[in-house]
């Protein structure tokens, strides 16, 4: 164990606009529209609204898991300590481990996706897309090292003007759909799949619930609950209203595209609006960078902390920030991006990312059941209404649609998202087994030597 009285600590300077802004931005990334694309393969335009809003009414109940869980444990490594609370120290620190490579991989999916938007907008081929991709990784590095108060302004204004242009150009289309060929597709590719269809529904508020990483830097802890709140009915609207919109305009074809977003507003607005909607993509990759280096590098920086990664993750620059963790993720990002433009990619990344999420759902369904009969006694400032039964059929539900989500690729069926799961996980669970011990000992023996210097220096002061 580290000694932690010895670190810099972070800064609590995060604002309840800033901390919504964050749990909404991180949400609402430019794989989003993938991933309605792929969920009108599976249901009707004009009916798809219904599973965003299903998904986001279950959300809810996820959302009054992580608060009660969140509640407990109030740091930015939250969710390793209730893992590690309600199961096994190493298949809590795997599970832990899998979901910030997951979060990584995410990140870098939706770096290649704005690439190819803007590669599309300009005509350009796929190094230059990378060349864009990295200029936004650098703008998001940049401003993550400047500190969390100017990260979350950058948060805040970035996503009121997405979820307005996204609303606004979602609701013109819906009015006027464009070319009457068009109109004809409207439900073509559609499987009928509404469990499929349930789980793309909620795909799209995947990442709402990081913001839990950022509960030592919020003004208040009451804060996290309410963004979460916010991000969940943001979504909600925002992300029915365009996938409306997205089956109102465009063909099976056009679906599938990496940019389909860009084609919605061109149907809609002409190439004027397609330029808009580029600048839109492009900002979300802001919301998406941003919020998500700011999320996971507090993350990495309280796991290193606990000393189960390599301790110059703890370093903070002047403005505590952790800023190995936030060049890491920019270059790792960066890396992971390249690979997705080569190997294209990016759908099974949508499915994977999807199972995730529904994993690490059903494993906080799974410790709050745990908790509360473990722990009955502890503090929790808020509580998941329906406690024990709700929790444990969360974790059931959930479990079952993790399992769905990573057998299938849009409307076939595909074991690529599995194997690509079973790999993150067993290149984590060897980190686990074989380094960790390592660290650990190393952590305790210059702890002690730090303790023995103390004492040393007691005495010679004593003398």
Known sequence: MTDSSAQPALRRALSFTGASAISTGLAFAAINFLGLGQLLTHVSGPMSWLAIVAGGLILLAVRSVFAELNGMHPTAAGIRLWLARAMPDKAALTITLTYMVAIVLVIAADAYIIGEALAYAFGNGRLIAVGYVAALLGLATWLNLRGIKLAGAAERIVTTVVVLATLVI??????????????????????????????????????????????????????????????????????????????????????????????????????????????????????????????????????????????????????????????????????????????????????????????????????????????????????????????????????????????????????????LLLGCAGLVAIYVWTCVPRLERREAEELAARRAARAAARKAAQR
Not at 360 to 374: E, F, K, N, Q, T
Request: glycine letters at 8%; hydrophobic letters at 55%.
């Open 170 to 419: 979602g609701i013109i289309a819906i009015a006027h759909p464009g070319h009457p060929a068009h109109h004809a597709a409207l439900g073509a590719g559609s499987s009928s799949s509404p469990i499929q269809a349930l789980v793309l529904g909620i795909f799209v508020y995947t990442g709402f619930e990081w913001v839990t990483t950022n509960a030592e830097e919020v003004t208040e802890p009451r804060i996290i609950p309410r963004a979460m709140l916010v991000a969940v009915l943001v979504l909600a609207v925002s992300q029915s209203v365009f996938a409306v919109a997205m089956g109102a305009t465009l063909d099976g074809a056009s679906l599938g595209t990496a940019y389909p977003q860009l084609l919605v507003a061109q149907q809609a607005l002409g190439h004027a609006g397609m330029l808009v909607m580029l600048v839109v993509t492009a900002l979300t990759a802001v919301n998406t960078f941003n919020g998500g280096f700011v999320t996971l590098s507090r993350f990495m920086y309280a796991v290193a902390r606990e000393g189960k990664l390599p301790r110059p993750l703890t370093r903070l620059n002047a403005r505590a920030v952790p800023v190995v963790p936030v060049w890491l993720l920019g270059g790792a990002c960066l890396v992971l991006a390249a690979v997705v433009a080569a190997t294209g990619s990016f759908a099974a990344l949508v499915s994977l990312a999807a199972a995730l999420e529904m994993g690490i759902y059903a494993a906080a369904g799974y410790c709050v059941w745990r908790l509360r009969r473990r722990e009955p006694e502890a503090a929790r400032p808020y509580r998941l209404r329906g406690g024990v039964p709700l929790a444990a059929v969360l974790t059931v539900v959930f479990a079952l649609l993790a399992l769905l989500a990573s057998v299938s690729v849009g409307p076939e069926i595909s074991a690529v998202p599995l194997a």
